[in-house]
């Protein structure tokens, strides 16, 4: 079994071929694919997180497309003072299917 933790958006995701991933908004190339860093690779018993190993590893992803996020609402209130704040956000995120893992 060949999987790799990578680095994309701030944060390691898990991913193994075929694998489909929802990621912070990454812009694709021209061809619709993307190379994310890996920061570990297992492949059957063999562990390797060594970063010169990891150079030579390539993880290529397919993005399927953008979408954003649930609504997030974030409200502040303060008793007595008359102070009420209401804010929302949306997170921008991309769905990217994992394609090879070299």
Not at 5 to 20: C, D, L, P, T, Y
Not at 23 to 51: F, M, Q, Y
Not at 77 to 84: H, V
Request: proline share 2%; aromatic share 2%.
């Amino acid at each position: 079994m060949v999987y790799a933790v990578v680095r994309a958006g701030g944060r390691q995701e898990k991913v193994e071929v075929g694998s489909i991933v929802v990621l912070d908004r990454i812009a694709a190339g021209k061809d619709g694919n993307i190379e994310l860093a890996p920061v570990l690779l297992v492949d059957g018993d063999t562990i390797t997180h060594d970063a010169q190993a990891l150079a030579k590893v390539t993880v290529t992803a397919e993005v399927l497309g953008d979408l954003r996020g649930p609504k997030i609402v974030i409200q502040k209130f303060k008793n007595k003072t008359g102070y009420k704040k209401r804010q929302g956000h949306r997170s921008e995120l991309t769905r990217v299917k994992i394609t090879s893992i070299k």
